[in-house]
């Protein structure tokens, strides 16, 4: 069994469009995180969960909205998609609040005609 | 936060042991020294963590100085597996707030 997954692994759409990635992990971690990795391969984090709250929020566009509905899935909405945001997007998990070991889930690769 | 240097790429060949080393001058106390790997088309992957004493673990070996101003991660035998770019991360852990901040890392080539 995977233990950070995610889907999909492959997104293009178009300029303006919204979309959603998801995310689970079934290692009954307390901590989820976003992170995006652009075409420099700069990998930068955008949000953490712990436990279904946020806790943290680097500056990113009011278009990313993550979502929590439980502490094994955290999702990302992206509305009115820009070419700018073509990367891709890795989420990550780990134990507890602060925990330096996180397990990342393979990626999805958003591609923004 | 505290920075890490790293060499842009170093090259190795299989099953020969290979040195990454990463400068911290700056690392204060209460800082671990943590090493993760991300494979072509992959996500990252831990691979080690430490504070003031060397570790070992399954993967590898990290090698800190006495003064944890530099470090180095150790693979014993590399494989071609071990091709990736390697990321040395600084941070405090149990920090409430505490995130990883991945720097450029070294990109490992493993010549067969």
């Known amino acids: 069994d995977t233990a950070v997954s995610q889907t999909p692994k492959y997104l293009v759409t178009q300029m303006g469009n919204d979309k959603s990635i998801k995310c689970e992990q079934n290692?009954?971690?307390?901590?989820m995180y976003w992170y995006k990795q652009d075409s420099k391969k700069f990998l930068k984090i955008m949000f953490s969960y712990n436990n279904k709250e946020l806790i943290i929020n680097e500056t990113v566009p009011n278009r990313f909205s993550p979502k929590s509905p439980d502490k094994a899935h955290l999702n990302l909405h992206i509305n009115s998609l820009e070419l700018g945001d073509s990367a891709v997007y890795f989420c990550?998990?780990?134990?507890?609040?602060?925990?330096?070991?996180?397990?990342f889930g393979p990626g999805t690769r958003l591609l923004v005609l | 936060d505290a920075k890490t240097t790293q060499p842009n790429s170093m090259e190795s060949n299989e099953e020969e042991p290979v040195h990454l080393p990463c400068n911290h001058s700056t690392i204060s106390g209460t800082d671990y020294i943590h090493w993760y790997r991300q494979l072509p088309s992959q996500g990252p992957e831990y691979v080690i963590h430490g504070l003031t004493s060397n570790v070992n673990n399954r993967m590898a070996s990290l090698a800190i100085a006495e003064d944890r101003k530099s470090s180095t991660l150790i693979l014993h035998r590399a494989t071609l597996r071990d091709a990736a770019v390697y990321y040395c991360i600084l941070g405090n852990s149990g920090g409430s707030n505490y995130k990883l901040t991945f720097g450029k890392g070294t990109l490992l080539t493993v010549n067969p």
């Open positions: 290692l009954g971690h307390d901590t």
């Open positions: 990550a998990s780990s134990q507890r609040r602060g925990g330096e070991t996180q397990y």
